[in-house]
């Protein structure tokens, strides 16, 4: 079974700064899957990042950016230069792959609120 | 690209009743679905996958005869909730993964359902 945690329910963070979430995980697999999602208000969830288990490379889009550490089942998203429509519920999801391919198991999700 | 529909995206029904929601992708076809549940400010708790052309396969502790599921071509799935009860009342998301090679699911824009 996959287990995914984030521990932050909520995080606050001013216009323009850095912040970071935090996402823990667990899975028996080697060739798995990372993502974070984003849930803005309107419920619509936005895919932030992805990541490949196989790579060392942290992913990297504009503004956000993964540090991925495999040893340590850790998958933190870092957000810079915050802007107001950062402002969402974030979710960590891992895709085990496998017979499991497509399933994806969730974080609780973490509320940030990006304040002017 | 990549984009999934969902239909309605309210719906308000008596208990007893049944409601049907159909997730489409626009863009693309898709021969697996998924459908999850969110209850408010909680996370997404995947209840089945929804196999184009064979019968979906629930997560455990899904009633299937409860939660109808139909992928009846490679660009609809439904779900049909069958004798709603006030505490099927949640947000229901469908996502769907393209055939060709990508590893990453794309998500409908929910359908809130409310059983008086």
């Known amino acids: 079974a996959q287990t995914v945690t984030q521990s932050q329910p909520e995080m606050s963070v001013q216009e323009a700064e850095t912040v970071t979430l935090s996402c823990t995980y667990d899975t028996s697999e080697n060739n798995y899957y990372l993502f974070w999602y984003k849930q803005p208000p309107s419920r619509q969830m936005i895919l932030v990042i992805r990541q490949e288990a196989y790579k060392q490379q942290n992913a990297t889009e504009n503004r956000f950016s993964v540090n991925f550490q495999k040893a340590a089942k850790s998958f933190s998203l870092k957000i810079s230069d915050s802007q107001l429509g950062d402002t969402a519920m974030y979710f960590c999801a891992l895709d085990a792959g496998g017979t499991s391919y497509g399933k994806l198991t969730f974080g609780q999700g973490t509320i940030l609120t990006v304040h002017p | ?116």
């Open chain 2, 1 to 116: 690209g990549a984009v999934v529909s969902q239909h309605p995206s309210r719906v308000i029904c008596k208990s007893g009743t049944s409601v049907k929601i159909e997730c489409r992708s626009l863009d693309f076809q898709a021969t697996t679905m998924f459908w999850y549940r969110q209850f408010p400010k909680q996370s997404l708790m995947l209840m089945a996958t929804s196999n184009e052309g064979s019968k979906a396969t629930y997560e455990q502790g899904v009633e299937k005869d409860k939660f109808l599921i139909n992928h009846a071509s490679l660009t609809l799935s439904t779900l049909t909730v069958t004798s709603a009860h006030p505490e099927d009342s949640s947000f229901y998301i469908c996502s769907a993964t393209p055939i060709a090679g990508a590893d990453t699911q794309y998500f409908g824009p929910g359908t809130r359902l409310t059983v008086l």
